[in-house]
């Protein structure tokens, strides 16, 4: 084999292992792992969102204002009406956001996940 080619070939898988180190992943099992450069692992637990259909709650901010709109438009007459269905949608947008919240907190959209890293000190 050609000694340039040598070269080049050691220097490739030489770049190749440097970049799969910095690429590993650790887990709640490696944690307080010593590495000779004097990094170690270190884990924390985090709390994360689990993925769900509706994350900004807009179904039960568009229902609430609806309903809240409905609702307000049976109050009062004339301009007095205009103005009860328009802060009746937005306080029923309001009401319905917090209560479509509420019940993602309820069915436990939030998990604590492990996630581990190391760190160099």
């Not at 969102?49 to 609806?66: F, L, Q």
């Amino acid at each position: 084999m050609h000694p340039i080619r040598t070269v080049a070939s050691i220097a490739v898988l030489a770049t190749l292992g440097l970049a799969s180190a910095h690429a590993q992943t650790y887990g709640p099992q490696d944690e307080g792992r010593r590495f000779n450069d004097g990094s170690r692992v270190v884990c924390q637990d985090v709390e994360v969102r689990r993925a769900d259909s509706d994350p900004n709650r807009v179904g039960g901010t568009a229902a609430g204002a609806v309903i809240g709109g409905l609702v307000g438009n049976q109050i009062g007459s004339g301009s007095g009406r205009r103005i009860a269905t328009v802060g009746g949608a937005v306080a029923g947008g309001a009401i319905g956001r917090n209560v479509q919240g509420n019940s993602q907190e309820a069915r436990g959209d939030r998990i604590v996940e492990s996630r581990c890293e190391r760190v160099y000190r």
